[in-house]
């Protein structure tokens, strides 16, 4: 009997996500060899599936550490746009910004990959120091700094002002993970969401390898308040999942918070792609008061708006105004200034709930 068969395969086809959120990079510093795929003059790939990244040379087998950072980032977020560079160990953290200019300023967020090299307050300012020389250059990102920790019990202090783009990681193996929920997370949620984000660890552990069910509680609220990310567990949940967002900087800043920074470079990003156009452009004067037309104002401040208007929009932020001063001399200074305030997302980081009996309702 004639028979024709159809067998559906996988063909690991990368999952297409909207917008430039998810775009991320990998750094991993490392003085062994090289995968085949790589060279000394060829450090940074793009790499979209753990198959792209076999076919670079990157295996389970001779190379298990890069293998399972890819695999995870790969398992929480299969869309992801990843560009991964390896390089020998650097102290002044420079090939960050080379990964963003080879991905041609696209990249908002990057894990740095320093295993082998012991957290020092020292290393998180160099890595700020990095991300403040591309905000100044228009493209901003945030960084996920994992390095080496011999105990957790001496972690370093390494929250100071303005350290706002830099994150550190001391979950065991927990790089990949938290790089794969941060792309996988909209810019105004927090990446420690418990319906949202499971990190798929069934016994987190810190990276000096101690569990945390073998750590003291107050030795963790310790951890917390220092302001490191790691997996924590709760009572009749099954899983694990991200103690905070925090970032290096102060409690009290307004980007002490991953989704806080995200939210503010994804508004600041589109107002200037929006804004630039006009840039040289001309803007008119009445003549018989010498204050900005108000067709001009209503104009500009339409276009400023317009790339927060689409976040409000998509639930990023909670409102936002556009404000420019009418009384402006422009004539004498060629300059317009342009006030725009946003409302952030709230975040639900403690829940306090009343409960017992009475005697009726």
């Known amino acids: 009997m004639n028979k024709l068969t159809v067998t559906r395969t996988n063909g690991n086809v990368p999952k297409s996500l909207p917008g430039e959120d998810h775009i991320s990079g990998l750094l991993i510093y490392s003085d062994s060899n090289l995968p085949a795929g790589f060279s000394n003059t060829d450090r940074i790939k793009a790499i979209s599936t753990i198959e792209t990244a076999e076919?670079?040379?990157?295996?389970?087998?001779e190379h298990p550490v890069i293998y399972n950072l890819l695999k995870?980032?790969?398992?929480?977020?299969p869309g992801i746009s990843l560009y991964a560079g390896i390089f020998e160990t650097s102290a002044d953290f420079a090939e960050v910004k080379t990964m963003q200019n080879f991905a041609e300023g696209r990249l908002r967020q990057i894990g740095v990959y320093n295993a082998d090299v012991e957290?020092?307050?020292a290393n998180v300012t160099a890595l700020q120091a990095v991300a403040t020389q591309l905000e100044a250059e228009d493209t901003p990102l945030s960084i996920l700094?994992?390095?080496?920790?011999?105990n957790i019990a001496t972690l370093p202090a390494i929250?100071?002002?303005?350290?706002?783009n830099v994150s550190v990681v001391v979950a065991l193996n927990g790089l990949g993970i938290v790089l794969g929920i941060v792309s996988a997370a909209k810019v105004n949620e927090s990446i420690a969401w418990v319906k949202r984000f499971p990190t798929g660890v069934e016994s987190p552990a810190f990276?000096?390898?101690?569990?945390?069910k073998n750590v003291d509680k107050a030795v963790i609220e310790t951890i917390d308040t220092k302001r490191y990310l790691f997996f924590v567990t709760y009572p009749g949940l099954a899983d694990s999942y991200l103690n905070d967002s925090h970032t290096c900087d102060l409690a009290t800043s307004d980007y002490a918070y991953i989704e806080l920074v995200r939210t503010m470079d994804k508004a600041v990003r589109g107002v200037r792609t929006y804004l630039l156009p006009e840039l040289g452009g001309n803007i008119y004067i009445d003549s018989d008061t010498g204050k900005l037309q108000a067709y001009s104002i209503k104009n500009l401040e339409l276009v400023a708006g317009k790339a927060i208007e689409d976040m409000e929009k998509a639930g990023e932020i909670s409102g936002y105004s556009v404000e420019i001063d009418p009384e402006q001399n422009v004539l004498s200074t060629s300059t317009v200034e342009i006030v725009i305030k946003q409302v952030s997302?709230?975040?639900m980081r403690k829940i306090n709930v009343k409960i017992g009996y009475t005697e009726k309702l």
């Open 159 to 164: 929250s100071a002002t303005e350290r706002k």
């Open 119 to 121: 957290i020092t307050a």
């Open 207 to 212: 990276s000096d390898g101690t569990l945390l």
């Open 145 to 150: 700094y994992y390095p080496k920790v011999t």
């Open 72 to 77: 995870d980032i790969f398992r929480i977020n």
């Open 55 to 61: 076919g670079l040379g990157i295996t389970s087998a």
């Open 345 to 347: 997302t709230g975040v």
